[in-house]
């Protein structure tokens, strides 16, 4: 999606993954060399540094009214062998044991795993501490696949899931 169509729609945070920056836009030199990119319209955040990769990135957020979230935001690698499953595992269980170590603040582990919800390693340690993936969606079909997947994951823990509202797949953007 372009980001000069982000303004029309509701939004308060948004993860991005390759974003393409022009020299013109006023935003931090960081931003234009990651893969990863995170927008705040609505309130602040900071970086949680433990978990910073070229890969893996954490934040923060507090929107206002007394309740802050932590957010992670993966990308995984997308070869498909062992060693990129053993990889994007263990970004997320990197995630997984910084969110579970700040107690039952609403958190999430958002983006492309590459793999799908009971493929990744971590799976029994996201089980045991009641995380679970809001989506139920395939996020990804290609042209050589018999069966859509879902490989984009919305993992939230039992905190963040008793406030989502709602969650769903968008092809249109």
């Avoid at 206002?64 to 263990?90: I, M």
């Avoid at 029994?124 to 989506?135: C, M, Q, R, T």
């Amino acid at each position: 999606m372009p980001l000069t169509l982000l303004p029309y729609y509701s939004w308060d945070i948004a993860f991005i993954q390759e974003a393409r920056v022009g020299p013109d836009s006023p935003v931090h030199e960081e931003v234009r060399r990651s893969l990863l990119a995170v927008l705040v319209r609505t309130g602040s955040c900071s970086r949680i540094a433990a978990v910073h990769t070229d890969r893996t990135d954490g934040v923060l957020w507090y929107r206002g009214g007394g309740q802050s979230y932590r957010f992670y935001h993966v990308y995984g690698e997308a070869d498909g062998t062992p060693a990129a499953l053993h990889a994007n595992s263990k970004m997320v269980r990197d995630c997984l044991v910084d969110a579970e170590a700040a107690g039952s603040v609403p958190s999430g582990i958002l983006g492309d795993c590459n793999c799908q919800f009971d493929q990744l390693l971590c799976l029994p340690a996201l089980l045991v501490s009641e995380w679970a993936d809001l989506g139920t969606e395939p996020t990804c079909a290609t042209s050589n696949s018999r069966v859509p997947r879902r490989i984009d994951l919305l993992l939230a823990n039992r905190p963040l899931q008793c406030r989502v509202v709602r969650c769903w797949v968008d092809w249109s953007l």
